[in-house]
T-cell receptor, first 116, second 114 residues
Framework: GAVVSQHPSWVICKSGTSVKIECRSLDFQATTMFWYRQFPKQSLMLMAT?????????EQGVEKDKFLINHASLTLSTLTVTSAHPEDSSFYIC????????????FGPGTRLLVL | AQTVTQSQPEMSVQEAETVTLSCTYDTSENNYYLFWYKQPPSRQMILVIRQEAYKQQNATENRFSVNFQKAAKSFSLKISDSQLGDTAMYFCAFMSGNNNDMRFGAGTRLTVKP
């Protein structure tokens, strides 16, 4: 149980385009989902926390107009990188809280974004 | 703000031996949770073990156990009978019981040698 999927697993796009990443909890309802960013050989950096049906809470330094988060249902959250630039290239990971325990986060497999 | 410190960027261990990964954290809270996550080359984050701060007993999951020292704010992970599949990045994480935000340490890259 407690499976989280992400789609796509990797994406290459041109600078200036927008990219949408989906995060789904497959076998449990996730009232809260989290989006992280991970640069090579570094730790996970929390970008934002999204609660179903409400606006996401962004961490300091994360542009909410750049990284649009929607959490429209208990099993789906989306992250849209708007007008992507090469510096947005990174590994994006979502997680969802639920399943075995409210305090445990289960992670998706990640999405590798490369902006040319 | 809570901080999580992993002071060992890299470690290695021989197959079948035991290794301990260190983690310390800083918080003024009394209600919180601690986790160890494993990130293999596939980059999928996998929960290894979790510990509730209110529990004095150290958590154990098969070959994985923790040494939770609440007063010292220390949360080390012991891997017994190391296997080649244990090779991965290991992240220590702290989650507040108040706002449920999870903060990660910088990670320790563990290599199990045959």
């Amino acid at each position: 149980g407690a499976v989280v999927s992400q789609h796509p697993s990797w994406v290459i796009c041109k600078s200036g385009t927008s990219v949408k990443i989906e995060c789904r909890s497959l076998d449990f309802q996730a009232t809260t989902m989290f989006w992280y960013r991970q640069f090579p050989k570094q730790s996970l950096m929390l970008m934002a926390t999204s609660n179903e049906g409400s606006k996401a809470t962004y961490e300091q330094g994360v542009e909410k107009d750049k990284f649009l988060i929607n959490h429209a249902s208990l099993t789906l959250s989306t992250l849209t990188v708007t007008s992507a630039h090469p510096e947005d290239s990174s590994f994006y990971i979502c997680s969802a809280r639920g399943g075995g325990g409210r305090e445990t986060q289960y992670f998706g497999p990640g999405t590798r974004l490369l902006v040319l | 703000a809570q901080t999580v410190t992993q002071s060992q960027p890299e470690m290695s261990v021989q197959e079948a031996e035991t290794v301990t990964l260190s983690c310390t954290y800083d918080t003024s809270e009394n209600n919180y949770y601690l986790f160890w996550y494993k990130q293999p080359p596939s980059r999928q984050m996998i929960l290894v073990i979790r510990q509730e701060a209110y529990k004095q007993q150290n958590a154990t999951e098969n070959r994985f156990s923790v040494n939770f020292q609440k007063a010292a704010k220390s949360f080390s992970l012991k891997i017994s009978d190391s296997q080649l599949g244990d090779t991965a990045m290991y992240f220590c994480a702290f989650m507040s019981g108040n706002n449920n935000d999870m903060r990660f340490g910088a990670g320790t890259r563990l290599t199990v040698k045959p």
